[in-house]
């Protein structure tokens, strides 16, 4: 099994999710991809990103069950590789959804 990737979203956007069948962040019509985390990463991420965003979840992701494509790329800004998924995530690639 490979490692688990972690993206953060909102309450609502998961609840969206569920309710269209596949998850799919705001960044994949933008940029063509939605940005993940490896465990390490996520509180960095968290204090760049999300300060004083309400009603946050952590969405646990197995990336051998992912049917888009995954792979890690370099964000120049902290020279870190970072997990990007390159289409919808499949719900059940959620192995769990975390409360932040």
């Not at 596949?22 to 940029?31: G, K, N, V």
């Not at 204090?47 to 009603?55: L, S």
Request: aromatic residues 10%.
């Amino acid at each position: 099994m490979a490692d688990l990737i972690y993206h953060v979203t909102t309450q609502q956007a998961w609840d969206d999710a569920v309710a269209k069948g596949f998850y799919a962040a705001p960044s994949l019509a933008i940029e063509g991809f939605i940005h993940c985390s490896t465990a390490d990463q996520v509180a960095g991420v968290l204090e760049r990103y999300y300060q004083g965003v309400p009603n946050l979840v952590k969405l646990v992701i197995d990336p051998d069950l992912l049917k888009s494509e995954l792979k890690f790329e370099l964000a120049p800004s902290v020279n870190e590789l970072f997990p990007h998924v390159f289409g919808n995530i499949n719900l059940d690639a959620v192995v769990t959804i975390q409360n932040i």
